[in-house]
């Protein structure tokens, strides 16, 4: 290990691991196949990096990184060359003549990390190239894409059992943020790995600050969140990611943000390929953009100071929510996951399940894990606690998550349960055709609409007892008797409900029902994400002379990694910059010993640093 503390000092600038780093890295470099799951931003990369490093430096050869994500490829391979390393990429990005220079680099052993997508590794070609040469371990990134059952399945991935099969005597580290027990043992089988270690990291990221909403207005209210906390004092705003199920819904909210003073842009698979590489590339350079996008944007996407990411629709379970918020505040700085939820979104992803091709298994397991998302949307306990039990980890209260900080009322529902559970029942015998909840809620309403007089449901025993409660107050209800089993959609009824198993015992009286109010609070001007609404950069503490240097330092960084051609943070993170502000270090000897600096950065820019905080 004091080899490997000594790599992680002069190559990466840091002075001790994090967490079971430490362990991961010592049972690879030498020699032993295990799986790591830990969080996104827990530092996983360095988990194959350094044993990579430590194996090369042995003579066992070059480190294999098995990735799907081109922009990380990139990042991390920019990164590693920043640092001193000799990587390379090989995907579909690199020209033939590219393609062949890595190729004859690898075989001349002049590299040391080389990342390549699945679908180059198992062409016969590479795998021709990899017997010519001496490997050195195989890091197999984003390990969940190998599961059926994961959120994100790569057909590809399956065949990555032929690395045990072809070199059994190099060493595999399979790595995820995200998989439950189902998902990590179709991991283990898939790729071979049952004699390996399993390591499992907390899956808490305390700095992230959970919220869910009704929806009443997405649009609106995702500006408003964005208003309230994530406006700079400059006038520009956090950098920050917006999901949407739909690539129609993508291009507008994107325009329409845009057209509220926020600089948004829209990524998703159907644009023009050039379009969409280019705002992912202004995403990943320039601070302050706000990236509208499906779930075909984000995974990999290496920026740490990415300060909030929504959703203006359900993710489809708690692995790919948990993926996706992921993606904020990955540099350990407070960050936001908000979300607005609603009724529709419940039966979309409900009919979804239904209409997919899969065979009944598959849906019945995505028919539990959306349920498990929907638990955590319904719940009235801490957000985090329900999580983390997911994932099999138990927690205490967070005191961060927004129903921790207004804690929700509940209230003995099954009276209201009764009457929605009976107008259900009596609008489907009286017409032997079953609604959705509009159709329902103005029966219960008393609402004469032309439909109700067609079918017949003014007659009906329910008509008007619900007139009490708003249309919003019973799709709240509506919402939770789905979350609870008690109303079940029916397949191919375009969201029309039927009774569940559950409910004959609300309407019998057998059984009470608990609900929560949920009411959608516009955040306090001013309030930002974190523990206690502390401020989200590293400028609130800072006093003049402090944000002198690190203003100084920005303006460095930006030009020096424009003339680099890569993102600001591949030269140094908010973290490193914001220490270096803090203690204006004086000489080389200084800089050495602030977090984020190697002997290569050191070297390459620490006279430029220290010109630029002597010009403040």
Known sequence: MSRA?????????????????????????????????MPTGGGKSLCYQIPALLRQQAGHGVGIVVSPLIALMQDQVAALTEAGVRAAVLNSTLSSGEAS????????????????????????????????TRVGLFAIDEAHCVSQWGHDFRPEYIQ???????????????????ADSLTRNEIIERLALDDARVFISSFD??????????????????????????????????SGIVYC??????????????????????YHAGMDAQV?????????????????????????????????????????????????????GRDGLPANAWMAYGLGDVVQQKRMIDESEADDAHKRVSSA???????????????????????????????????????????????????ALSCVYRTAQTSRVHFGATHLIDVLRGNSTEKIRQWGHDKVSTFGIGKDLSVSEWHAIFRQLIAHGLLVIDHGGHGALLLGEPARAVLKGEQSITLRRQVSKPAKSGERAGRGGTRTDHTATMDADTLANWEALRRWRTATAKSHGVPAYV???DATLAELARSAPESLDDLAEVPGIGASKLERYGDEILEALRAV
């Open 5 to 37: 503390l000594a790599i992680l000092k002069e190559v990466f600038g840091y002075h001790a691991f994090r967490g079971r780093q430490a362990e991961i890295i010592d049972h690879v470099a030498d020699g032993g196949d295990c799986l790591v799951l």
């Open 101 to 132: 220079a890595v190729e004859r680099d690898l075989l001349a052993g002049r590299i040391e990390v080389l990342y390549v997508a699945p679908e180059r590794l198992m062409t016969p070609r590479f795998l021709d190239l990899l017997d010519r």
């Open 160 to 178: 990555l059992s032929v690395l045990h099969e072809r070199f059994p005597n190099v060493p595999r580290i399979a790595l995820t943020a995200t």
């Open 205 to 238: 990221r305390p700095n992230i600050r959970y919220r869910i909403v009704e929806k009443d207005n997405a649009r609106q209210q995702l500006l408003a969140f964005i208003k309230a906390e994530h406006m700079n004092g400059d006038g520009g705003h956090d």
């Open 245 to 266: 199920l739909s690539r129609k819904k993508v291009e507008e909210t994107a325009q329409w943000l845009a057209g509220h003073g926020i600089n948004a842009l829209a």
């Open 276 to 328: 969409r590489q280019h705002h992912q590339a202004r995403f990943r350079e320039e601070e302050g953009i706000v990236m509208v996008a499906t779930i075909a944007f984000g995974m990999g996407i290496d920026k740490p100071d990415v300060r909030f990411v929504a959703h203006l629709d359900l993710p489809k379970s708690m692995e790919g929510y948990y993926q996706e918020t992921g993606r904020a």
């Open 369 to 419: 894990k959306l349920d498990a998302l929907l638990g955590l949307c319904e719940t009235a306990g801490c957000r985090r606690v329900r999580i983390l039990a997911y994932f099999d980890e138990s927690a205490g209260p967070c005191g961060n998550c927004d129903t921790c900080l207004e804690p929700p009322s509940t209230w003995d529902g099954t009276r209201e349960a009764q009457m």
């Open 571 to 573: 030269i140094f993170h």
